[in-house]
């Protein structure tokens, strides 16, 4: 599970948008599907592909990074083999020993230092991420609400919320109106022509963006 899907499981667990003020003879209410706003607006999609590119940055830089130190562990395999070659003398040896050394010390910290980019990296981009969808569910719900205050509704139900058990908030509502379609609507009005959307690289997401590459 990516952590944007996990991230939608909390946030949907606990979206439930009331309206205050019930009529005298019956409460109007309205149900709306966040999870499906959330998934088909075009704003979602332009953040998931930025995202997704540069977790694709961050793993070009990684893969640059591992090409160096898997040159050094060729080279030490290389001068191993030479210390261990009976027929070089002993002070060739200790030469191509001092070498293997100081290349092998290298390769630690080029990988240590490797490591910590991926995790400063990586961290730095989840935060940014989560920030990012956080604004987006939070212009979504400012718009329901308005919606709701539009249309006088009592309470607006998001039928897409779930339980720690999985198991949906909403089982059963009598006479309720979906919105999700006009908001929808609403949400993507301004979404750029397809012809006319930004060039962005639709990167391949990473499961698991604090390990790309150990």
Known sequence: MTLIRRFLSLAFAASLVSMAGAQEDKLKIATVDMQELFKQYYRTNEAQKQINVERARIQKDNNE??????????????????IEDPSINDSKKQALFKDWQMQQQEGIALDRERREFLQRRNQALNEKMVQRMKGILEEIRKL??????????????????????????????????????????????????????PAVEDAPAVENPAAPQE
């Open 144 to 197: 329901v609400e308005e919606q709701a205050k539009t249309d006088d509704y009592d309470y607006v139900f998001d039928k897409s919320g779930l339980s720690t058990s999985q198991v949906p908030f909403l089982l059963y509502t009598k006479d309720a109106t979906d919105i999700t379609a006009g908001l929808l609507k609403d949400l993507n009005k301004d979404a750029p022509a397809v012809e006319d959307a």
């Open 65 to 82: 990074r591992l090409a160096r130190i898997r040159e050094l562990e060729t080279n030490l395999g290389n001068l191993k083999k030479q």
